[in-house]
C-alpha cells in the first residue's frame, strides 16, 4: 500500500516522445507500467524490479520505450520514443512490495494521445 502519482502524458504526434513520470511515496517496491484504451483490457508495458533495477517489457514496446529508476528511487520514468496511434491510452503506475508478494497499489493514470 503506497501512494503513486503519474505524471507526463499529453498530446504528441506519431513519431514524437514523451516522458511519463511515477512518484512512488516510499521504497522497495517493483514497478510497472500499464495501459488501457477505452473499452480494452489494461496491459503490460513494462516493469522494474526493487532487487536490481532489472527490467521487462512487453513486446510492442521493445525497443521503442524504457523504463529507469530515479536516483532517489521515488520515481520512476518511462521513456517512450517512436509513438504510435495505438500507443493511445491511459498510463497506469502499480507497485508491489518486492518483500510482500501480493501488496499491490495503483495510480490514477494520465493520458497518452498520439495523433496521425
Known amino acids: 500500500q503506497v501512494q503513486l502519482v503519474e505524471s507526463g502524458g499529453g498530446l504528441v504526434q506519431a513519431g514524437g516522445s514523451l516522458r511519463l513520470s511515477c512518484a512512488i511515496a516510499g521504497a522497495r517496491y517493483d514497478i510497472g507500467w500499464y495501459r488501457q484504451a477505452p473499452g480494452k483490457d489494461r496491459d503490460f508495458v513494462a516493469s522494474?524490479?526493487?532487487?536490481?533495477?532489472?527490467?521487462d517489457y512487453a513486446d510492442f514496446a521493445k525497443g521503442r520505450f524504457t523504463i529507469s529508476r530515479g536516483s532517489t528511487k521515488n520515481t520512476v520514468y518511462l521513456q517512450m520514443s517512436s509513438l504510435r496511434p495505438e500507443d493511445t491510452a491511459t498510463y497506469y503506475c502499480?507497485?508491489?512490495?518486492?518483500?510482500?508478494?501480493?501488496?499491490?497499489?495503483w495510480g490514477q493514470g494520465t493520458q497518452v494521445t498520439v495523433s496521425s
Open positions: 502499480k507497485a508491489e512490495d518486492a518483500v510482500a508478494v501480493g501488496s499491490r497499489s
Open positions: 522494474i524490479r526493487w532487487s536490481d533495477d532489472s527490467t
